[in-house]
Structure formats: C-alpha cells, structure tokens
C-alpha cells in the first residue's frame, strides 16, 4: 500500500507532521481526520524529500537544545509517554525550531521508530545525544537518559557561556584601542600635517615621529588587510583537509599556556561526555567514538580516534589515552585510578570537575592580568599620541604669535 507524507493541523492549534498508508490520498486525508487532526498538505512518500526535511530543520542552539532536553526529562520524569510528551513539545507555537523538532520526532515515534534513531536522522542533534537516548531505551528509563542529557548540555552551555563572559572585557578593549588608534592615525594626525606644512617650520620630534606612523598606517593599511582577508580565505579553504586541521591543532596545543589551556577546556568536555555515557550505559568504545565526533580540536579527535581502535583490540583507556599525547596528565591519572577500581565513570566526572575549577581559575587569572594591562597600553599610546599633537599646536601657536 502506498504511504504518504502529511501536515497536519491538531485540533489544539499545533502542526504535526507525520506519514500514512493509505490507498490514495482521499484516503490519507480520511485516516488523517479520524485522528483528530486537519491535513494541510498530503503527498507522496519520498525517502529523499524526508531526508531534506531532516536536515531542513535549522540548528538549535545551545539554549534551545537545553530547554528540549529539559522539558523532555521533566514530562518523561512526571509519567507522560514518550509520544504524549513529543506532542506537547510540538504544540508549543513560541518554540519554534523545538517544537518542529519535536513535531518531526513525534512522526517518527509515530510510524514505530525508535526515537534514538528518530534523533540519530536529524543533523542538528549531536551524536552523543542519540547514543544516551538509545542507552535508556534498552534500560527502559528514558526519563532517566534525558535527565543525564539535561545535565550535560546545561554544564556545557554553562562552562561556554563563563569563557565567553571571561573574554568580553579584553576583547571590548582591544576593539576600542584599534579604533581609537586608527582613527587618530588616519584622520586626525594627517590634518595637523597640513597646518605645519602652512607654517613651513620643521615640527617636534614626537610630532614628525608620529607623521611617519600616520604616513605608514595609511600607505600599508590596506595592503595588510587584503593580506589578512587573502590569508583568511587560505585558510577556510585549507582547514577542509584533515591532515592540514590536525597539523595546525597540535600547533595551537604547543603554544605557551593557551595551548595548555586550549587541551583543558577539550579533555574537560570529553571527560564529561565520556563520564555522562558510560554511567547511562553507552559501551566504551561507543562513548569514545560520541566523544571524538564532538570534539572541537582535531588534534584532541585524532588521538580519540585512535583510542577508539586501541579499546577495540582490547587496550586498556589509559595506554590508549596516553599514546595520543594530548591528554592533560590530571585527566590520565584519574582514568587510571577508575580503571583499576572499576569506576571508571565516576573519575571521569570527577577529572572533568576538578578540570572545569583549573580552567575558571585560569580564566580569572588571565582577565585579573589582561585588563588592566591593556587599559594602561591604550591609555600610554593615547596620551602619546595626544601630547604630540598638544605639544605641536603650542609650537604654532607661537609662531603664530
């Protein structure tokens, strides 16, 4: 019998999207009724349409896939059914991209899909997420498995949002410097050149220096931006092969302290998905595959992956993690003491704990240091800047006198 894909509109107001089999579309539009809904669209079943549509639905971000996950854990936790849960996900008309998901998931539990695989089809859920969500439906707790998801995308989003938070102060600084410099390099400097030359006297040293920088700036200025832009666009294009992104990670990872740093913040997240899965139950060498597709350096993937091969030929983790040669020696030492307890998940929270405090505690280091740095350069190049010019308009105004 043929099967047709709809839209549908629930008598609740909220859109639902789904599939049917049915001899003809009349009848798909009947079926579609007795349920309760009214069809807005009815059409032949493609599996490549449902591929785009999978991929259609826009990338939620780290927030709206933390009120999914947590509106999933807290109806799943009171009771509600999987399918009942969905569709009031889906039937929330502000949540926008989390109710079209929800509606999507909805149609694919529906027609008797696992709702790990229902995920699994969707390129905006990471692959992780599936991999908790088909732990706990072999342990019959999916409530459970969301709560575990919850926690984890709350504490993610959260060490995101601390670093980013960390950084605004210096970064709003540096913007302000460069501009302010720019500005009076480009367009007041130049003015005072011109009122000299009027006066034909040879200006200050501080004065014919800071000609010089202007003259410089203004000459050089655009070659070295299509300079940056040129290198930018090498390495956009560069970065899409695998050898030339690991190459450059292990380079960023060799910088002083920022690569220290930069392999923290990394073995932090890994620590607290592998820790995450391998507690709901996700084999090891499935969790180490989860934490190397969601890795954010190559580097750090690489080596994962290579782990994943070395578990596979029955490795211990913490020979496998160590070959890689980017994990921090904390993060190792603590897998190894889980390895010969037998609680491996519990020291990788607990690493990725203990590394989550080392990197705030960094970070406020850092800002304690940068700022006040970076205010007292901006303020010596500024007030040079401006006694050249002061100490100029005193020599004009006496001559002028």
């Known amino acids: 019998m043929p099967r047709f894909h709809y839209r549908a509109l629930r008598q609740s107001g909220g859109e639902i999207e789904g599939e049917v089999l049915a001899a003809d579309e009349r009848e798909a539009a009947i079926h579609i009724q007795d349920a309760g809904s009214y069809p807005i669209e009815i059409a032949p079943f493609s599996p490549r349409a449902r591929a785009a549509r999978a991929r259609g639905i ?51 539990v529906a027609r008797g899909e696992r709702l790990s695989r229902a995920l699994g089809e969707h390129s905006v859920i990471p ?17 459970a498995a969301f709560e575990r998801l919850a926690a984890l995308v709350e504490r993610n989003r959260a060490i995101g949002q601390s670093l980013a938070n960390a950084l605004i102060y210096p970064a709003s600084v540096l913007v302000v410097a460069c501009l302010s410099i720019s500005f009076l390099l480009g367009f007041v400097v130049p003015r005072f050149a011109g009122l000299i030359e009027g006066f034909r006297t040879a200006p200050p040293l501080a004065m014919r220096f800071l000609l010089a920088v202007s003259a410089l700036f203004q000459d050089g200025s655009l070659p070295v931006l299509v300079l940056v832009l040129l290198a930018a666009a090498w390495l956009i294009v560069s970065r899409r092969d695998p050898a030339f992104r690991v190459a450059l990670s292990r380079r960023i990872l ?14 932090e997240r890994a620590s607290l998905l592998l820790g995450t899965m391998i507690e709901a139950g996700v084999p090891l060498p499935a969790a180490l595959a989860a934490a190397r597709d969601a890795a954010g350096n190559a580097a750090l993937a690489a080596g994962l992956g290579e782990s994943v091969r070395a578990v596979e030929r029955g490795e211990r983790l913490t020979a496998a993690l160590d070959a890689s040669g980017t994990v921090p020696a904390l993060a190792l030492e603590l897998v190894r003491v889980g390895e010969e307890t037998g609680d491996l998940a519990p020291m990788l929270l607990k690493a990725s704990d203990m590394l989550k405090k080392e990197i705030e505690a960094t970070a406020t280091e850092w800002i304690a240091l940068v700022a006040p740095v970076s205010l007292v350069i901006l303020g010596v190049i500024v007030g040079l800047i401006a006694l050249a010019l002061f100490s100029t308009v005193l020599e004009v105004y006496d001559i002028a006198s």
């Not at 936790?77 to 929800?102: I, K, M, N, P």
């Not at 991999?131 to 072999?138: D, F, K, S």
Request: proline content about 1%; aromatic content about 2%; charged content about 20%.
């Open 58 to 108: 826009a990338r939620l971000s780290s927030r709206e896939l933390m009120l999914f996950t947590r509106q999933m854990a807290a109806l799943l936790g009171a009771g509600v059914t999987l399918d009942r849960a969905l569709a009031l996900v889906g039937a929330d008309s502000a949540a926008g991209r989390r109710a079209r998901l929800a509606s999507a998931l909805a149609a694919s």
């Open 127 to 143: 692959g992780h997420y599936a991999a908790i969500v088909a732990a706990g439906e072999a342990r019959g707790d999916l409530g």
């Open 254 to 267: 060799a910088l002083p302290q920022v690569g220290a740093l930069i392999a923290k913040i990394e073995t």
